[in-house]
């Protein structure tokens, strides 16, 4: 646990995934305790990894906080909450996907989804494994209380930063935002095309970076990695990013219908995990789906072409 300014304190966790850590931040509340914004996964033993950061407070968690509905950040929520009784705090849209993805999951008609935009047979036996292994590890809370953009939580302003996940929430106060992963340094947030998202995703990550230039927080304490010690520059950075891997996307349509699966194969080159490559074609689905808004490529069916 490191205080990375005053008043906010960081615990990092690690993950067995692509990314091999999350970070969760505690901020100190009006009342002298903590709130904790995000929980990393969910764990077999939850006393053991959770312990030692409890004791290490001087005054009890009394609120928690789940950015977004990924399993890095809402898994361990019911871990926290049944260790310290305390209130789990949703965004209203997220907590609805979160049921959706977690709640109401459908193993066959999530195979069937990343069957149709080309994901072969062999790459799909190791996606519905994979998923169903980290399934076991996100300990969502139901009945969470919903938060909606303009809310507060003990001063800190709630806005919804869509994008990276549908109802992505963050919190900011004096120049300090809470970022989740809306924003990260040495990589980029990922923007992908899931079932039961929203249409353009890209379309909305890029309002969101719009509005991270306009609102130039100080520092975004993020999900991943360092700090964000510019964020307005940070957001232009990755908009520019996202502006050329729509030329790269476009120059994968070369005339035949293709896939999301087929063109990601051009964006994200090389040997990947079925899980890795089930993120690429999601990102390149919504890199086709931004260029078919623009006007600069089309569908075929569920496959795409240059317009």
Do not use: K
């Amino acid at each position: 646990m490191v205080d990375v300014e005053e008043g906010v304190r960081r615990v990092t966790f690690a993950l067995p995934l692509g990314i091999d850590h999350v970070h969760c931040y505690l901020l100190r509340s009006s009342g002298g305790g903590w709130i904790l914004v995000d929980t990393g996964l969910g764990s077999r033993d939850p006393e053991a990894q959770w312990r030692p950061v409890l004791d290490a407070l001087d005054a009890p968690i009394e609120r928690i906080v789940v950015t977004h509905m990924h399993p890095d950040h809402v898994g361990g929520a019911r871990d926290v909450h049944e260790l310290t009784g305390a209130p789990v705090l949703q965004g209203r849209e997220d907590y609805a996907q979160c049921v959706a993805a977690w709640g109401r999951r459908d193993p066959a008609r999530f195979v069937a989804y990343w069957s149709s935009h080309g994901v072969p047979g062999l790459s799909l036996e190791g996606v519905a494994h994979d998923s169903e292994r980290l399934m076991s590890a996100v300990h969502w809370v139901e009945g969470p209380e919903l938060l909606d953009a303009g809310d507060e939580v003990d001063g800190w302003r709630v806005e919804v930063l869509r994008g990276h996940a549908d109802g992505h929430i963050v919190l900011l106060r004096d120049g300090v935002m809470i970022a989740g992963d809306t924003i990260l340094n040495r990589i980029t947030p990922a923007i992908g095309l899931y079932p039961n998202s929203r249409p353009d995703p890209l379309c909305d990550y890029l309002e969101t970076l719009d509005r991270i230039e306009q609102a130039a927080p100080r520092v975004a304490y993020a999900g991943h990695h360092e700090p964000v010690l510019d964020p307005a520059e940070r957001a232009r950075e990755i908009r520019r990013h996202h502006e050329e891997r729509l030329e790269r996307t476009q120059g994968a349509l070369d005339g035949e219908p293709l896939s999301g699966y087929e063109v990601s194969l051009s964006l994200f080159p090389g040997e990947l995990s079925p899980t890795s490559r089930r993120f690429a074609t999601a990102e390149s689905l919504a890199h086709l789906e931004r260029l078919v808004h623009e006007g600069r490529a089309g569908r075929a069916g569920l496959a795409y072409v240059r317009a």
